[in-house]
């Protein structure tokens, strides 16, 4: 005999002996509770979610059916009471279907949820860095825009666009030079090239005359275009990615590096003992020449700037020290043809090179990740 069963014995047997509880009554009221749970609507949901053990209090009420029909009042409230339990099995078991349902169905949605979470959140990012993307594109076109030609100024004007023209002029000069880095057989190059030589000409005779300063302005527009155009008719790796190099060059925190036109900018000082490398210098290039190594897409420029403008004789230490600074790059892993020296002289400083102060941080060596992608 199961161990319900044996309860329901006890339970109705305490019952049937109760004093002054008619048995028949007893046995009838037993009969009537198990009709009255099997009706109700829990156990309709109990026959739905619980089936093996809704069958099981229907075989129990059937064997009390039957006990009832051949006059065996007490088995027939025995099976009564068996059945009302099951019933009540039943009806536990639907409610934990129910909930174990229900929980699924709250974890899909969670899930559900999560993933279009994941999704906006990668949407969001691509359209932060279209819009980036844009961004750095209409600023490129903006300076790339022919500005207008303008009239002489006063003496003291003058020289001030006397070096404008002279730091528009440097800059044509490592634009032009970016965009035959990136791509070294462009024709449209050498009539720039030409442009460059003649600026530097007509600079080099002083202040006679009037600044160069359109003609200045009209080639840096002309070699930022270019370096542009080289970019879009490149097959460079998408995971040429100058953010990327940038963040990466940021927490390794031996360097500072910035963005400009050509790609990612590393400043070094310190860095020559005459016109051969300092062990500072030589050590910080050959930690870039591994980072430029490990970034094959990237063509690297080295630049060689002045505190003061250079006598002839500097001017040709100066391409000595940028041969030196290449070569080290080489060596730690920077293709030879990826990788080009020049020399500005000091037509590019950082500070007023009269602030006899701070002028010294004019001399500086750059070294350029060129991008390769717009």
């Known amino acids: 005999m199961s161990g319900r069963l044996l309860a329901a014995l006890g339970v109705t047997g305490c019952t049937l ?8 009554g007893v046995r009838n009221g037993v009969v009537e509770n198990m009709n009255r749970v099997r009706t109700s609507p829990t156990v309709r949901d109990g026959a739905r979610f619980a089936p093996q053990e809704f069958e099981l209090a229907e075989s129990e009420r059937a064997l009390s059916e039957k006990a009832s029909r051949e006059g065996d009042e007490t088995a027939a409230a025995l099976y009564a009471a068996q059945a009302v339990a099951s019933y009540t099995d039943a009806v ?8 174990t349902i229900a929980n699924l169905a709250a974890s899909a949605d969670l899930a559900r949820d999560q993933a279009r979470a994941e999704k906006l959140a990668t949407e969001r990012a691509e359209a932060e860095r279209v819009a980036d993307d844009l961004a750095k594109r209409l600023q490129i076109a903006e300076d790339a825009l022919t500005p207008a030609n303008s009239g002489r100024a006063d003496p003291e004007r003058e020289a001030a666009r ?11 000069q490592l634009l032009c030079g970016a965009a035959r880095l990136v791509s070294p057989g462009d024709d449209g190059l050498g009539a720039l090239d030409k442009d460059v030589l003649a600026l530097d ?5 002083g202040p006679k005359g009037s600044a160069p ?7 840096r527009a002309a070699c930022l275009a270019q370096l542009t155009r080289a970019r879009r008719a490149s097959d460079a790796s998408p995971r040429a990615e100058p953010d990327a190099l940038l963040s990466e060059l940021s927490a390794s925190r031996q360097f500072d590096p910035s963005r400009d036109e050509r790609g990612v900018v590393i400043v070094l000082r310190g860095v020559f003992d005459g016109m051969a490398l300092s062990p500072p210098g030589s050590k910080a290039l050959s930690e870039l020449g591994v980072v430029a190594a490990t970034h094959p897409s990237f063509a690297v420029q080295v630049v060689v700037h002045d505190a003061t403008p250079p006598s002839a004789a500097e001017a040709a230490s100066d391409t000595r020290r940028a041969e030196a600074a290449v070569a080290a790059l ?3 892993g920077v293709p030879a043809n990826h ?3 020049e020399t500005v002289g000091a037509r590019a400083p950082l500070v007023d090179p009269r602030d006899s102060r701070h002028r010294a941080r004019n001399a500086r060596l750059e070294v350029v990740f060129v991008s390769p992608s717009p």
């Open 339 to 341: 990788i080009k020296g």
């Open 17 to 24: 002996l109760c004093a002054g509880c008619g048995v028949s």
């Open 201 to 205: 000409a007509q600079l080099g005779k």
């Open 162 to 172: 006397l070096v404008a023209a002279g730091s528009l002029a440097a800059e044509a």
């Open 92 to 99: 536990v078991l639907a409610r934990l279907a129910r909930a």
């Open 330 to 332: 080489v060596v730690a």
């Open 213 to 219: 300063i359109d003609a200045a302005a009209r080639t």
